[in-house]
């Protein structure tokens, strides 16, 4: 039997591997100086990278460093001012006169009667609870003689609301008047004319400045939260609205000025 290998009938005959067209020639080798000429030269050592990592690692952390102490120097800068303390509402905080007229309450106090100091003690308590509640800090009213009282108070309270007043179908007044008698950037004042029968129509007058009546003077501080306040309970007579007006003024600034002084 042949060696040559079994080819299928009909089939091109196989070239001879010497001869097969896809066969690579197997490269001559280069000469020795060839060999060398190719080699490449040895690599320069390079350059650490910890040497560059340290660079940007600093300049990283001085970037951070001045965020925070521009942070800091902002917020020191920039903070808002604290809110002054609240004034604390005692006894002692209620001068023992105003205007010429001593304080209801230090007669009794000072006769020692046990009973009437302990009423006198509750009131003072219930009054800094109840503002407490209507105005969100403690205050408290204390007369003086028959004609003042002095409110002061750990917020802000508004001035009464001027009005025209009304007379009803019978001629008698159903509504005072209210009138401003003072207009100022920390006091204003309203004044209630008493109203009063006119004698040519038998109908009661609303009155106006020159009337008697009760003045009440209210000194607003927002910037610590405080107001003061001058107020007749009663009507008083004879007394000029205008300088009246004045003179509580004067006087809610003097107390003003003791309180945050």
């Known amino acids: ?43 320069k050592p390079e350059s650490s990278p910890r ?50 007229a001593d ?41 003086y003689g028959r004609l003042l009282n002095l409110t002061i108070v750990n917020g802000i309270l508004p001035p009464p609301l001027p009005r025209d007043g009304a007379v009803d179908f019978s001629g008698r007044a159903r509504l005072t008047r209210r009138l401003v008698s003072l207009r100022g950037g920390d006091v204003s004042c309203t004044f209630e004319p008493e109203p009063a029968v006119i004698q040519e129509t038998g109908m009661e007058g609303l009155g106006d400045l020159l009337s008697d009546g009760r003045t009440d003077c209210v000194l607003t501080d927002p910037l610590r939260n405080l107001s ?15 300088d009246t007006a004045i003179s509580f003024r004067d006087e809610l600034r003097r107390l003003h000025d003791s309180l945050v002084g």
């Open 228 to 242: 003061l306040r001058i107020e007749n309970p009663v009507e008083a007579r004879g007394a000029d609205a205008l």
């Open 1 to 43: 039997m042949s060696d040559r290998e079994f080819e299928r009938p009909g089939s091109v005959a196989r070239p001879a591997p010497d001869h097969w067209p896809y066969h690579v020639p197997t490269p001559p080798e280069p000469p020795p100086n060839a060999i060398h000429a190719r080699e490449k030269p040895p690599r």
């Open 51 to 100: 040497r560059g990592t340290r660079l940007v690692v600093a300049v990283v952390l001085g970037v951070v460093a001045g965020m925070i102490l521009g942070a800091v120097w902002v917020s020191g800068t920039v903070r808002e001012p604290t809110e002054p303390p609240p004034v604390e509402i005692t006894l002692a905080t209620f001068p023992r006169a105003l205007l010429g």
């Open 103 to 143: 304080r209801t309450d230090i007669p009794l106090r000072e006769a020692g009667f046990g009973p009437t100091v302990e009423r006198l003690d509750r009131d003072f308590a219930e009054q800094l609870a109840a503002y407490r509640f209507a105005y969100g800090g403690d205050g408290a009213t204390l007369q």
